[in-house]
């Protein structure tokens, strides 16, 4: 098994803040792509939104993206359904 060098020779984070910098001064720019999204908070596709939006340097929460659950319905699963009615 080949050996991997670690990125950075320091013991703790402050090491690492004072040889690479921090990211406090960045400030996100809104392009075109910056749209809103209709995903659910907590969902896996408003987390691949997030994620998506931090890699393009864009801001992570839109104005206009979707704040309540209206409209969606949960899929129930049918074994949990059985058990707790067993009570």
Same mark, same amino acid.
């Given at each position: 098994?080949?050996?991997?060098?670690?990125?950075?020779?320091?013991?703790?984070?402050?090491?690492?803040?004072?040889?690479?910098?921090?990211?406090?001064?960045?400030?996100?720019?809104?392009?075109?792509?910056?749209?809103? @999204? %209709?995903?659910?908070?907590? #969902?896996?596709?408003?987390?691949?939104?997030?994620?998506?939006?931090?890699? *393009? =340097?864009?801001?992570?929460?839109?104005?206009?993206?979707? @704040? %309540?659950?209206?409209?969606? #319905?949960?899929?129930?699963?049918?074994?949990?359904?059985?058990?707790?009615? *067993? =009570?």
């Amino acid at each position: 098994m080949e050996r991997v060098e670690p990125l950075m020779k320091s013991r703790n984070v402050f090491e690492a803040i004072q040889e690479f910098g921090n990211d406090e001064d960045f400030t996100p720019v809104e392009t075109e792509e910056f749209v809103p @999204t %209709d995903a659910p908070a907590g #969902s896996k596709k408003k987390l691949e939104v997030l994620a998506e939006r931090v890699r *393009k =340097g864009l801001p992570l929460w839109h104005p206009l993206d979707r @704040t %309540d659950y209206s409209g969606l #319905s949960a899929v129930v699963d049918s074994r949990r359904r059985k058990a707790s009615s *067993k =009570g």
